[in-house]
């Protein structure tokens, strides 16, 4: 598709500069800013005009596709995003930088842990989903596919999701957790509509060349559609977020200062000159 690429790219850092440092302890890796671009044109190209939610989003993929539409760098895009997140500075961010894209797109964000059921007012609701979970390297892919599960009851019996997971055919885990998320999508009543392999890299020092694939799915078989949401159950959240790193704190929350959208203030300490 044809914009403005310097525009592109300035837009996207603004969401960069807005969202928070990642936390690693939580498989938070975030997406470089070239590779957002992409995949967020890509996300308001296949969601224009429809209602997204996105269950967590660190990479800050979604505001980037509402900004994208907000500042005219495309002329089409979701409707409107919510966030579904269990760390409170995603969300609060999200929420912040929301408010300057009314009305273009209607921006809400929300806490919520994929471990839990999926809140009723969300079943159903939603024209289409996006995650970008933990890839399931130690857990054979159940945190990818718990994150489907919920984005999939949070939509319609037309729904479309988007999932962003690993893809190296030099790693066999990838392929593996890939297989199964497919297969678990067929039983869910999708078809995979669309594969975009290998399109992401990441700002990850232990494995800098792992990139993610886009798969789109729609949903085909609406008879299979979850008629509820139940917790996850013990042994899906083991490993969850890496070996030996089980599921099992609720949420992050955030601690206010002083220095809002600055440096954290407990990284630095100021000297001053004598006498001053």
Known sequence: ?????????NSISDVVQNRPAPLREFDQIYMKVADMVIQAEYVARVFDGKKVVFVGDGDG??????????????????????????????????????????????????????????????????????????????????????FFERGSQATTSKGLGI?????????PWTQIVLRDTQKRAIELGYVIAEQLPQLHEYHLDDAPDLRSCSCLFRRVLPELMEKGSDSLPAERLENFYGNNSPLTYKYVREKQTLNQLKAADQLYSLEKYPGQ
């Open 1 to 9: 598709m044809k914009f403005d690429l310097r525009k592109a790219i």
């Open 61 to 146: 993929i979604a505001l980037s596709a509402a900004y994208l539409k907000a500042q005219k760098v495309v002329d089409y895009g979701p409707s409107s995003i919510t966030l579904l997140d269990f760390d409170e500075r995603i969300v609060n961010s999200v929420i912040k930088f929301g408010e300057k894209l009314s009305p273009a797109v209607e921006v809400t964000a929300e806490l919520y842990n994929v471990a839990e059921p999926l809140p009723e007012r969300h079943f159903g609701a939603y024209d289409g989903f996006h995650i970008n979970p933990p890839w399931g390297a130690s857990n054979g892919g159940q945190s990818v596919t718990a």
């Open 163 to 171: 999932v962003v997971i690993a893809d190296d055919p030099e790693l």
